[in-house]
């Protein structure tokens, strides 16, 4: 059996302690989690922290450890842009990256983005299965 554990990316009082989460991924690399992850949410009541950042800062904390996200919420991204960041991600953490995409589902993000959800489909088929 494979166990995985969050990335903590909610700031509930709006600092971030460094030291708090590199003791928090040692301690789970220590524990042999086979994984850590984040998720996205861009839009929301609470202050959550960027994924793709959090991860870099993640594998900068651990040697081991695979890591990754959720989901992905591609409508809301440039497929060029993702894949770059991710695959350079990926060179960083020496080929420890997961990741998983999705479409989303909350339409209140996707007109701060001016992305139809209508269209969501048919966006999610035209950048990720080319």
């Not at 042999?32 to 202050?47: D, I, R, V």
């Not at 890591?67 to 350079?88: I, Q």
Request: aromatic share 10%; hydrophobic share 40%.
């Amino acid at each position: 059996m494979r166990f995985a554990i969050s990335i903590p990316q909610f700031v509930s009082d709006g600092e971030f302690d460094p030291a708090c989460f590199r003791a928090y991924m040692a301690r789970a690399e220590a524990l042999g989690f086979e994984s850590a992850w984040t998720l996205e949410q861009t839009l929301g009541t609470m202050p959550f922290m960027s994924p793709l950042q959090t991860l870099s800062y993640a594998a900068a904390c651990t040697e081991r450890i695979r890591l990754g996200c959720v989901v992905f919420v591609t409508p809301l991204h440039s497929p060029v842009h993702l894949a770059k960041d991710l695959s350079t991600l990926d060179q960083l953490s020496r080929g420890r990256i997961e990741i998983g995409v999705g479409t989303g589902g909350r339409h209140r993000m996707f007109s701060a983005f001016q992305v139809d959800p209508t269209s969501l489909v048919a966006r999610f088929r035209r950048r990720n299965l080319r």
